[in-house]
């Protein structure tokens, strides 16, 4: 669409792909840059990057996302990004139950990283409890049928601290920022019709007001459909839960330097957080997701309380992951339990595209299917590459706009995705079971 570097450009969304993009078109030279952000304070609390941490591995099954991850963790460990890059190591195994999908995923994994030229010679083979405690004295479970392997090129971000970096050296570099439920909430995208078609002139935020702008791009996570319904079930709103265990400083001194520990059919845990005291824990599952029956569209819920608990089932399953590994703390209260949204994709790949029939003044920039944040550094490049492509197209195939299709799989969805295990579920059908319990 060519517009030029002084057009007023609006982003919809202060987490990880809007800031990255806000950095970046801002490095490439665009001088009328504004974010709107729901939430009253970056990190936003809707953002699923708002945590302590996401793991930074480099090794996918698939090599297109690993040489965009190596060029992703090169990234991390410039002067912007690093102090929020922690290269532990990444201990990836399944334990003796695992199902067979978890067990051919994970040594997929491991062929990638050992064929990978930059990467092999920090990669080694790990076979049960000997293997990983020489590795790491502090695992200390039984760790039963654990085998795997280990690669000390990963690590792991610390993502609510990167999001604070990135904001403040896009508000250095002249961005504007509209924040909260009164100035930052974007109702919709508003369009006018042309002699060549239907054309975004800006938007229009919840509390009516109108703001203009070139070009509008929509970096909303995991409500992105309410904001570009014309993606259909492309885009599913998904979820996982995050849990804690709080520790005192002395556990959190003896537990330095632990790897980020994954059993693929059980979840993982990071290093604790120093300034904390919080052990993070993910489980492994198929994720929550949230249909609204009248639209067939899966969108997060609205209110921050609605995604504050974690879901029995996940319970269980972090509790067996610390009892096979830090048995200590299998016990534990569980704190600061949340489920965290994302946007999900049937083949795991973003779309990073023009939305059709907008005359090139809309881009969705989503679909980062829950393995995003590592790319923080490198996101918004992406778009500066789009608005220069010829003829604005999307150079890379995987990445295009994907037309929305008529039926959805809403049972498992995304469930045939190798590295997802799990059926998913409604969060309606988990609150059920929630309160019932209650
Ligand atoms: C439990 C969990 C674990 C994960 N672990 C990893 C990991 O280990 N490694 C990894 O690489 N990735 C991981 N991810 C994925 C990573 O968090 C995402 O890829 C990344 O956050 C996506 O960025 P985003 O900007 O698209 O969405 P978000 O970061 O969610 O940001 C979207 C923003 O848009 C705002 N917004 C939405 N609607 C509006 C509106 N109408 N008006 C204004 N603002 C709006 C929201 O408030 C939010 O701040 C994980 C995700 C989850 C859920």
């Given at each position: 669409m060519g517009i030029s570097k002084s057009d007023p450009v609006i982003i919809v969304g202060g987490g990880a792909f809007g800031l990255s993009t806000a950095l970046h078109l801002s490095l490439r030279g665009y001088t009328n840059i504004t974010v709107f952000e729901q939430d009253g304070q970056i990190p936003s609390r809707y953002s699923a990057a708002n945590d302590l941490n996401k793991i930074m591995r480099v090794e996918y099954e698939d090599p297109f996302y690993t040489d965009l991850a190596v060029e992703a963790i090169n990234a991390w460990k410039t002067p912007l990004f690093a102090p929020h890059f922690h290269q532990t190591g990444f201990l990836?195994?399944?334990?003796?139950?695992?199902?067979?999908?978890a067990v051919a995923t994970l040594k997929r994994f491991q062929a990638a990283a050992e064929r990978h030229s930059q990467m092999a010679k920090y990669v080694s083979s790990i076979q049960g409890q000997e293997d990983i405690r020489q590795l790491c004295w502090q695992l200390d479970g039984s760790l039963p049928g654990w085998n795997g392997y280990f690669n000390r090129y990963d690590g792991y971000v610390h993502s609510a601290n990167a999001l604070t970096a990135v904001y403040r050296a896009t508000q250095g570099r002249g961005v504007r920022f509209f924040l909260g439920e009164g100035a930052g909430a974007v109702d919709k995208?508003?369009?006018?019709?042309?002699?060549r078609g239907r054309k975004s002139n800006g938007i229009r935020t919840k509390a009516g007001r109108f703001h203009p702008a070139s070009l509008v791009i929509v970096a909303a996570g995991a409500a992105a459909t309410r904001l570009v319904p014309e993606i259909g079930t492309q885009v599913v709103a998904k979820s996982w839960s995050v849990a804690h265990v709080q520790?005192?400083?002395?556990?959190?001194?003896a537990l330095?330097?632990?790897?980020?520990?994954?059993?693929?059919?059980?979840?993982?845990?990071?290093?604790?957080?120093p300034k904390t005291n919080l052990l993070k824990l993910c489980p492994m599952g198929g994720g929550y997701i949230n249909t609204d029956p009248s639209t067939g569209l899966s969108c997060p819920p609205q209110s921050l309380a609605e995604r504050g608990f974690l879901p029995h089932e996940d319970e269980i399953r972090l509790r067996q992951l610390l009892r096979q590994s830090l048995p200590a703390l299998s016990d534990r209260a569980l704190v600061k339990k949340s489920l965290c949204w994302f946007a999900d994709t049937s083949d795991s790949d973003f779309i990073v595209d023009y939305v059709p029939q907008t005359s090139s003044s809309v881009i969705l920039?989503?679909?980062?299917?829950?393995?995003?944040?590592?790319?923080?550094?490198?996101?918004?490049?992406?778009i500066g590459e789009l608005l220069e492509s010829p003829n604005d197209q999307q150079q890379i195939p995987r990445w295009s706009w994907k037309a929305p299709k008529p039926?959805?799989?809403s049972s498992n969805w995304g469930g045939d995705v190798s590295w997802r295990l799990g059926e998913t579920r409604e969060l309606a059908e988990v609150q059920r079971s929630r309160t019932s319990k209650l």
């Open positions: 990836h195994c399944v334990s003796e139950k695992a199902p067979e999908k995208v508003v369009y006018e019709n042309t002699p520790l005192t400083d002395e556990e959190t001194s330095r330097g632990i790897p980020v520990t994954y059993a693929r059919d059980l979840g993982f845990f990071f290093e604790p957080d920039l989503s679909g980062d299917s829950g393995h995003g944040f590592k790319m923080f550094p490198i996101v918004g490049r992406w039926e959805t799989k």
